[in-house]
């Protein structure tokens, strides 16, 4: 895809919930050009973590581009612009989220809705949802994955640290139920603000 | 083939094969040769099919991290360059190879195939540094899985000498005639599959097959069948059961890889 047409969208998400005793409740707030000017400091920055985020901007362009019907626009590019605004664990989770949201509020065809979800495992085996950065730290391993809308099938995963196969599946399941929530959310968040305009 | 390759391929995959006459589960003819560069301390080739990707590894001295001051660290860097494939351009690492030199160093932060205690010489003042610089020669698609595999038989390969730390000059005096192997603690093994429409999965993709490939897939598994990276970005979606059977398949090829290895490395013993 090339050529110019950046997703305008100025969403502010209520607190997002997650499945669990614990709720963090972290609000999301993205903008695109808007911040443009500003978000040239951002880039800096983000160079200088280097390759992390090289990889971290792959695994959310290549889920991006996954769904997103770009045979309906041709010759036209797609710049999601990503800036974060504070980081309290699940990291990428929420960016594929805000990511999704953007491409929603934008109008951009797409075959599905997608969703991130974070899972830690702790030295004990205990499955932990959207885990907080201390929470990561401490964990054996950690699990993102992006799931689709339509039948809940894994599009990225990323993963962190040592886990059996069996870990995996069960990991897999917890987001899948996980995930269902975080669609509610959109359908709900997405019908307050067309009720209201 | 040229004008149509997605129907070329798609006919082969009906009837469960690949145009170079592989199966869908199949590897392609895997060779390893250790320790062919003498100026680096550790080197393997492995030929993945036409892949090929060079690895040499460099032990320097380095001071710790200053957050873990008993520990040595590895520095691995892919370097696709113009001479593998026409898709790269010489000049600074490119999407492919940083995502590559990331993609090794999370398996070696995960998998913790050496211990990093081991690397250290002096707590806190000097420690071993192991660069490890993966080059491509051939880029003929399942890069990743060629750099795992060439990492691993030139981190077994690699002889570090001993080093004493001189009491009175505080100084670090290097032994060259005693060199040790590297401690391995595991043999992680990487196995990649290819997306095809949704719901086929084939092995070991061809550079023309990731291309063509709705989304690609790549499992690391070490020997106890622990995973220690699923690598997915993004790409057709896949249900838990097509995971399982990449799993499966994944655990095949580990032993597959972990006998060539073994042949090698006993074959390399009397030296």
Known sequence: MEGAMQTESKIRADSRTEPGPRGPGCSLRHFACEQNLLSRPDGSASFLQGVAEKSRERLIRNTCEAVVLGALHPRTSITVVLQVVSDAGSLLACCLNAACMALVDAGVPMRALFCGVTCALDSDGTLMLDPTAKQEKEARAVLTFALDSVERKLLMSTTKGLYSDAELQQCLAAAQTASTHVFRFYRESLQRRYSKS | ?271
Not at chain 2, 11 to 31: A, S, Y
Not at chain 2, 56 to 66: H, L, R, S, V
Request: glycine share 8%.
């Open chain 2, 1 to 271: 083939r040229t004008v149509e390759p997605l129907e070329y391929y798609r006919r082969f995959l009906k009837e469960n094969c690949r145009p170079d006459g592989r199966e869908l589960g199949e590897f392609r003819t895997t060779t390893v040769n250790v320790g062919s560069i003498g100026t680096a301390d550790g080197s393997s080739l492995v030929k993945l099919g036409n892949t090929t990707v060079i690895c040499g590894i460099k032990a320097e001295f380095g001071a710790p991290p200053t957050d873990a001051p008993d520990k040595g660290y590895v520095v691995p860097n892919v370097d696709l360059s113009p001479l593998c494939s026409w898709r790269f351009r010489s000049g600074p690492p490119g999407e492919e190879a940083q995502v590559a030199s990331q993609f090794i160093a999370d398996v070696i932060e995960n998998s913790q195939i050496i211990q990093k205690e081991d690397l250290c010489i002096s707590s806190g003042k000097l420690a071993w540094v192991l660069y490890c610089d993966l080059i491509c020669l051939n880029h003929d698609g399942n890069i990743l899985d060629a750099c795992t595999f060439a990492l691993l038989a030139a981190l077994k390969n690699v002889q570090l000498p001993e080093v004493t730390i001189n009491e009175e000059t505080a100084l670090a005096e290097v032994n060259l005639k005693k060199k040790s192997y590297l401690n391995i603690r595991t043999h992680p093994v990487a196995t990649s599959f290819a997306v095809f429409d949704d719901t086929l999965l084939i092995v070991d993709p061809t550079e023309e097959e990731e291309h063509l490939a709705t989304g690609t897939l790549t499992v690391v598994m070490d020997e106890e069948g622990k995973l220690c990276c699923l690598h997915k970005p993004g790409g057709s979606g896949l249900t838990g059961a097509k995971l399982q059977d990449c799993m499966s398949r994944a655990v095949t090829r580990h032993k597959e890889v972990k006998k060539l290895m073994d042949e090698v490395f006993k074959s390399m013993k009397p030296k």
